[in-house]
């Protein structure tokens, strides 16, 4: 089975839809962007369209890469303070001379959507979020919308990012797996790998996953994002995930895809918990 993130997303997001009709008082996002990666502005163009779709309000605060540390967590302060805010997501990566930590610190545990501050990182970890990190969150929800089981599943997390790693196996183990976590000073990653019945790849590493690595009838999610030099006869640009799919696609029960496995669902879950933030 080749799990569709595309049709999934698209069935949370219809979901958050109808339950924003049904809101009086309605969410809004407000994203702050510094600089001009351009990968971050098609992920903010992204979200906007995603909010758009739901009915949640959103704005852009587009700031130039000189903007001082001072002045975005002014700008934090601020939003934190406005009553018609109730979601604030500061787009990452920020440019170097602003410490991210400290910006993620500034936001309203309220307001903080993408669910990266302290606060509500420790919910997730004791079973009680507020919000819930939305890539790993989007992956339990394939995860369960394909039916998959993950209570007594031997689950294999390689990577330990604070936005993917860590809040995956947190997820996985809130669902009953057997969680490990798998990091660049792993011994016998492969070995590690190749006794997963969920095998999870955050690597950040084009086709790291070989399909030595994985046991036959596993299921495979695939985190990584890669462009390629290879273009598509439309002219884009191939993507690639952490994972040699070509490879490996036959010899597992299911697997995600790049494009159109985990990415979709990320957006999806963030909608989710932008109605969180006005429905407690
Ligand atoms: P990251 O912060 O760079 O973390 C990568 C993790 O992989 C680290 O924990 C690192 O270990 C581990 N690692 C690196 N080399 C390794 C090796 N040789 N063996 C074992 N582990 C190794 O990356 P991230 O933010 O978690 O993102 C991972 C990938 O997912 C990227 O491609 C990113 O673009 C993608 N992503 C996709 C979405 C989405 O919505 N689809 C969202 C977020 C990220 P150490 O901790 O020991 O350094």
Redesign the pocket.
Known sequence: MIIDGKAIAAQIKEEVKRKVELLEKKPRLDVIIVGDDAASAVYVRNKQAACAYTGIKSEVHALPASTSQEDVLALVRQLNECEDVSGILVQLPLPKHINEQAVICAISPQKDVDCFHPENVGRVSIGAPRFKP??PA?IIELLKRSEIKMEGTLAVV????????KPLSSLLLAENATVIT?????AN?AAIARQADILC??????K?VTADMVKEGAVVID????ETGVFTQSGKRKMC??VDFDNIVGKVSAITP?PG???P???AMLMKNCVASVVR
């Open positions: 939305c890539t989007g390689i990577g330990r990012s604070n936005i993917v790693g798998c990091h660049s000073k792993t990653l790849a955050a690597v950040g590493k084009p790291f985190v990584g994002i890669h995930g952490d790049v496995g985990v990415g669902t990320t957006v």
